[in-house]
């Protein structure tokens, strides 16, 4: 009868422990990607742009200019289809990470996943900011036109608790910065 119990507590503590450490595989793509989204970002800005235009016969171009990105269509655009399951992207020109055009969206970050992944990404530019909505605890908002914010969100399990993860940057004084840690409400690690 003991080594009967002791099997059982045995199992019962290998069943949590399997389920933790599912948890952490799947929040650990999350972290892999916000972080992969940010410094994309942050390439994409410091990278030199020269403003499309037709010079007069006796005229100057523009000088060359840093930007950020505008915002990213998440991926997948319904938030339902990554409750508990995993979303496959879409390699099609204009859809999901392919999206976008050379100043906005997931094209101008040179950001793309084929990877099936758990999480819905996003990245906006000026508002609309997870963070924000969801008042994370002690996540910088970024200011103005010239912040960033790079974010997963999901529900691992399909039980109506999402857990998000952020990570946010803005312009300033010309050189962009980033919050040096990932946001999170409702980690399962």
């Known amino acids: 009868m003991i080594v009967v119990a002791i099997i059982g507590v045995l199992a019962a503590l290998a069943v949590v422990g399997v389920r933790s450490y599912i948890a952490t595989a799947k929040t650990a793509e999350a972290k892999q990607v916000v972080g992969a989204i940010t410094r994309s970002a942050v390439t994409q800005y410091e990278r030199d742009r020269a403003i499309a235009q037709i ?13 950020l990105c505008d915002s990213a269509v998440p991926v997948p655009s319904n938030f339902t289809s990554v409750q508990g399951k995993k979303y496959q992207p879409s390699a099609a020109p204009g859809a999901d990470f392919m999206s976008g055009s050379t100043l906005a969206g997931w094209q101008c970050l040179g950001f793309a996943t084929v990877s099936p992944i758990y999480f819905q990404y996003s990245y ?37 608790l ?24 409702n980690d399962p690690d």
């Open 162 to 185: 999402t857990c998000t993860l952020v990570r946010t940057g803005e312009v300033r004084d010309g050189e962009i910065v980033t919050s040096t840690v990932l946001y999170t409400n």
């Open 124 to 160: 906006q530019v000026g508002s609309g900011y997870l963070s924000q909505n969801l008042n994370l605890p002690g996540a910088p908002v970024p200011g103005g036109p010239e912040g960033f914010e790079a974010a997963a969100h999901g529900d691992l399990d399909g039980d109506g």
């Open 55 to 67: 010079l007069p016969a006796t005229g100057v171009s523009a000088a060359n200019t840093h930007i």
